[in-house]
């Protein structure tokens, strides 16, 4: 194999992550549901042909799919040793989650890339699409003992072979949705990805040459390796533990242990999650490829310089243990994935803050908040309005955390008021930062959001939570004080109602008129209370972001000698 000249790597580098991210952009205009359109809840990348691994990830796709997306790939690669007949314009479709992390949602699209007749690599797409069957619109089950109630499954199937659509694959996905526009445009918006892949993946060869593209892919990844192994030695060695609680699995009402132990030797580094809950029967369950995955984000989050490629994972170990609801089995459910790695990610700030406090934050709001809103329009026509909601982020070293922003598992954007109320009958009756909900410190964590939704349509509609931190407040780190814990209500007709559960809960009947409220969690507080600047404590009062009273309370009187 040729040697490849830094300069040379880098040029390449940024070509195939142009690639990626050209797919990425093809697809978010294409889309017809606005969680992929609007909120870009999808992803795109190269894959290697034997191992199956990350070579390139788009930049604007979520994080959490670089590592579940490969398993999807070598679930694709297992199935071609087994069948045999690999052929140029094969498409696999699938959306195992068991098999490809994540949740059934997401629909996964595979497409072997040929050069000269020999595989040189894998091109996939996945997208979360706006509903697969299932007993709930949207799919967020809150209630959910198998995946069957949660959605439609799809194993690894070929939706096209040597080029030729296989139409009854598409029959059966368009027969098992609500939305089946929403599915039939975002299947076309995805294959077009692929297909502008393909020719982007042509040019670059036709330019550089298959051998130094392979050169430069696996220069990528022992690059990516060595940054990781470089960033573990400068740390201390030592083990430092984390725990938090899920609220509970939607069925039963006890909490969920999630435990971390972090232990860095020399340049390798293992996560062990000895300790966490057992497999639980509702729908907070996560597979094994969903759990490495998550560990992969949190990396990159702590160390952000790192690229998006398998070889960042080849110094570190992840240890499940079985029977975990971290290493689910098939048919448990599963829809609720976003509340558990969000907690993954959470406890593993929480231990490294004990080694690093420098390159971590306090602890997000923690939920995404799955809420789905459905009925029938008065022509009969079903609506599914999906969508998730923001809240704030952690304090740092830094500065205070942001206020009514994404989870730190995506880089997807929150779908703005004026798209979904023009294509659903809501009003927004309130869409606003929640005061005093950040968590207190030197640096106060971000503000979370009050949302108020209001049913118009004269059928009326009914909803569906799957949210978290309910129960259990965002930690903050460094001796900061904790954020506020989620709350939500949903309005009837004798008062204003809670779930027993806390955070999930299935079928609320709303009448025309009637709304359901969410007022999400702050972020965690970094660093001790009295080593808050007055200035910044005036500031926030000024602003309304903290009561006059309370400030006193959390921080002392001597803001109010401050002029703003």
């Not at 959605?151 to 949705?177: K, M, S, Y």
Request: proline letters at 5%; aromatic letters at 8%.
């Amino acid at each position: 194999m040729s040697e490849i000249d830094p300069i040379t790597l880098s040029v390449l580098s940024g070509r195939m992550e142009q690639i990626a991210d050209e797919m990425d952009a093809t697809l978010f205009r294409a889309a017809f549901n606005p969680i992929i359109a609007e909120a870009h809840d999808a992803s795109h990348g190269l894959y290697h042909a034997v191992s199956g691994d990350t070579l390139v990830q788009g930049k604007s796709g979520l994080p959490i799919f670089v590592g579940v997306m490969s398993f999807a790939v070598k679930a694709v690669i297992e199935k071609v040793a087994a069948d045999g007949d690999l052929q140029d314009g094969d498409i696999f479709i699938f959306n195992d989650a068991h098999i490809g992390g994540t949740h059934l949602s997401d629909m996964r699209l595979v497409r072997p890339y040929f050069r000269d007749g020999e595989l040189f690599c894998y091109l996939a797409s996945v997208g979360h699409w706006h509903d697969v069957g299932g007993a709930v619109p949207g799919n967020y089950n809150p209630a959910a003992t198998d995946v069957f109630q949660e959605a439609f499954v799809l194993p690894p199937v070929r939706l096209a072979r040597a080029g030729e659509v296989n139409r009854d694959i598409i029959d059966i996905l368009l027969r098992n949705t609500r939305l089946p526009q929403s599915a039939m445009g975002d299947l076309n918006g995805q294959l077009g990805a692929l297909d502008l892949g393909v020719r982007r993946m042509d040019e670059l060869l036709d330019e550089y040459g298959a051998s130094t593209i392979t050169a430069a892919l696996d220069a990528l990844g022992h690059r990516a390796e060595a940054l990781m192994r470089a960033e573990l030695e400068a740390m201390p060695d030592g083990r430092w533990e984390a725990l938090d609680y899920l609220d509970n699995d939607g069925i039963t009402d006890e909490p969920l242990a999630i435990r971390v132990g972090l232990e860095i030797n020399g340049d390798s580094m293992t996560l062990d999650f000895a300790g966490s809950a057992p497999q639980c029967a509702g729908p907070v369950n996560i597979a094994l490829p969903t759990t490495v995955a998550t560990a992969y984000v949190a990396i990159k989050h702590i160390f952000p310089g790192l690229p998006a490629n398998a070889g960042v994972m080849r110094p570190i170990e992840v240890k499940v243990p079985e029977g975990s609801l971290l290493s689910a089995e098939f048919p448990s459910p599963t829809g609720g994935y976003t509340e558990t790695i969000l907690r993954m990610i959470d406890v593993i700030f929480s231990a490294f803050a004990k080694v690093a406090p420098d390159r971590v934050v306090a602890n997000a709001y923690g939920t995404i908040n799955a809420l789905s809103i459905a009925g029938k329009r008065s022509n009969g026509q079903p609506w599914v309005m999906f969508s998730f909601y923001g809240g704030g982020h952690g304090g740092s070293l830094e500065g205070d955390g942001l206020n009514h922003g994404n989870a730190p598992i995506s880089t997807a954007t929150i779908p703005p008021m004026e798209i979904l109320e023009a294509a659903y009958p809501v009003m927004f009756r309130q869409w606003a930062l929640r005061p005093d909900s950040a968590g207190a410190g030197k640096h106060r964590g971000g503000l979370g959001a009050i949302y108020e939704i209001e049913v118009l349509e004269e059928n009326g509609a009914e909803a569906f939570l799957f949210g978290e931190r309910g129960r259990f407040a965002p930690k903050g780190i460094v001796d900061g004080q904790d954020g506020a814990m989620n709350r939500f209500s949903y309005e009837q007709d004798d008062d204003w109602k809670v779930p027993p559960l806390a955070s999930k809960m299935r079928g609320i009947k709303l009448r025309q008129g009637q709304a359901v409220r969410l007022e999400t969690p702050g972020g965690g507080g970094y660093g001790k209370t009295e080593d808050r600047a007055a200035e910044n404590v005036a500031s926030d009062v000024a602003r309304g972001f903290v009561d006059a009273e309370r400030a006193d309370q959390l921080y002392g009187t001597a803001w109010r000698e401050i002029s703003i």
